[in-house]
């Protein structure tokens, strides 16, 4: 059964703390994605992979970082730093990476509150 | 800052009518473009993609894509109360390596 796992599906954070959200596919693509979704807009680019052991700022970065040790996982931290973190997490990937666009498949998501 | 633009509705159609989603996009080096629907605290799900100019059909989906005016539009045939989601048309900037998302547009299909 393939697809892309996200977890947790909930996930709080204190001020001040970092935390963690897991993204991992089983599909075999090259390429993964994390976006933020807020209430009425469209999706915004946080980073992205197109291969093991790189990846790329997106449009909102700052606050955030991720890893990409293994082609299957492309998890995502988000720092104290990142001072309005409140909002859906939405990890994706795509069989290539570049050229003219492969399509992308979204997991499940995170939403991320704030005590 | 490239953009794609939707309406963001409410779009309110009658069980059993088209339902007729449009956007509109900036970049004229997009290349490729894809509608996704997404249902109230769920993620996207992929409906359609579409590459070149004209129609692409599948079942009660048809994707049209006219480059010159830089216009995307999604027809639902037959709307369904469960059709009633967010729509979200996207664009790939090749120039820009990634993909753009409108806000969305929310569609509601009455009985």
């Known amino acids: 059964d393939g697809g892309i796992t996200q977890s947790p599906k909930y996930l709080f954070r204190k001020e001040g703390q970092n935390v963690t959200l897991s993204c991992e596919q089983n599909l075999n693509h090259d390429a993964m994605y994390w976006y933020r979704q807020d209430p009425g807009q469209g999706l915004r680019l946080i980073y992205y992979?197109?291969?093991?052991?790189?990846?790329q700022k997106g449009d909102i970065a700052e606050g955030y970082s991720v890893s990409r040790e293994k082609k299957e996982s492309f998890p995502l931290t988000v720092t104290s730093a990142q001072k309005n973190p409140t909002a859906f997490y939405l990890c994706?990937?795509?069989?290539?990476?570049?050229?003219?666009?492969?399509?992308?498949?979204f997991g499940p998501g995170t939403r991320l509150l704030v005590l | 800052q490239k953009e794609v633009e939707q309406n963001s509705g409410p779009l309110s159609v009658p069980e059993g009518a088209i339902a007729s989603l449009n956007c509109t996009y900036s970049?004229?080096?997009?290349?490729?473009f894809f509608w996704y629907r997404q249902y109230s605290g769920k993620s996207p799900e992929l409906i359609m993609s579409?590459?070149?100019?004209g129609d692409k059909e599948d079942g009660r989906f048809t994707a049209q894509l006219n480059k010159a005016s830089q216009y995307v539009s999604l027809l639902i045939r037959d709307s369904q109360p469960s059709d009633s989601a967010t729509y979200l048309c996207a664009a790939f900037s090749g120039g820009y390596n990634k993909l753009i998302f409108g806000a969305g547009t929310r569609l509601a299909v009455h009985p």
């Open positions: 970049d004229r080096g997009s290349q490729s």
């Open positions: 994706a990937s795509s069989a290539l990476a570049g050229g003219i666009g492969e399509t992308q498949y």
């Open positions: 579409i590459y070149s100019n």
């Open positions: 992979s197109q291969i093991v052991n790189d990846f």
